[in-house]
T-cell receptor
Framework: DTEVTQTPKHLVMGMTNKKSLKCEQHMGHRAMYWYKQKAKKPPELMFV???????INESVPSRFSPECPNSSLLNLHLHALQPEDSALYLC??????????????FGAGTRLSVL | RKEVEQDPGPFNVPEGATVAFNCTYS??????FFWYRQDCRKEPKLLMSVYSSGNEDGRFTAQLNRASQYISLLIRDSKLSDSATYLCVVNLSNVTDKLIFGTGTRLQVFP
């Protein structure tokens, strides 16, 4: 089973709100990721945590703040977002397959609208 | 030049047709290659990893040509349920956690 669970599925927030997106996997995967995806575009990497440490930050604005409380959980804290931040936010986790490839599995995403 | 390039399509094919997608990548040191499938308003799902020797999974065949730096996906006997966007994905060898996505090729299979 390769299940990555994201909550909430949908979120509407104002520009002054603070909210959090949550992601959970219980497959023992070593790395977890946040992506942003706009309509008709491929996913854009935001952050990577490897063994619970932040390993990649793709120059994401500070209004997005990731947190990895433990190896199964990944949060994305949102504050003072802009309407252009409206998008599908995807979480992924990864592990090595039997042939030495690191395979990423995606959650269903949180569809975020910023008003 | 984009790191991973795909023809955006759409490819409109009848049921039962064979369709092929190509993808080119710019970094010759790239090590890992994948095809993901994404349905409208859904998450990407791994379709196939692409191995150097080529690999097949049912109606789907993936090939890798390192000399020309391209990857292909062949779908035989297309089904209506194959309609989706197919993302070519490359893992750069020097940053193993970072996947580079192509813009995707849209496939529409009609009855």
């Amino acid at each position: 089973d390769t299940e990555v669970t994201q909550t909430p599925k949908h979120l509407v927030m104002g520009m002054t709100n603070k909210k959090s997106l949550k992601c959970e996997q219980h497959m023992g995967h070593r790395a977890m990721y946040w992506y942003k995806q706009k309509a008709k575009k491929p996913p854009e990497l935001m952050f990577v945590y490897s063994y619970e440490k932040l390993s990649i930050n793709e120059s994401v604005p500070s209004r997005f703040s990731p947190e990895c409380p433990n190896s199964s959980l990944l949060n994305l804290h949102l504050h003072a977002l802009q309407p252009e931040d409206s998008a599908l936010y995807l979480c992924a986790s990864s592990s090595w397959d039997g042939r030495g490839l690191d395979i990423q599995y995606f959650g269903a995403g949180t569809r975020l609208s910023v008003l | 030049r984009k790191e991973v390039e795909q023809d955006p399509g759409p490819f409109n094919v009848p049921e039962g047709a064979t369709v092929a997608f190509n993808c080119t990548y710019s970094n010759s040191a790239s090590q890992s290659f994948f095809w993901y499938r994404q349905d409208c308003r859904k998450e990407p799902k791994l379709l196939m990893s692409v191995y150097s020797s080529g690999n097949e999974d049912g109606r789907f065949t993936a090939q890798l040509n390192r000399a020309s730096q391209y990857i292909s996906l062949l779908i035989r006997d297309s089904k209506l349920s194959d309609s989706a966007t197919y993302l070519c994905v490359v893992n750069l060898s020097n940053v193993t956690d970072k996947l580079i996505f192509g813009t995707g090729t849209r496939l529409q299979v009609f009855p």
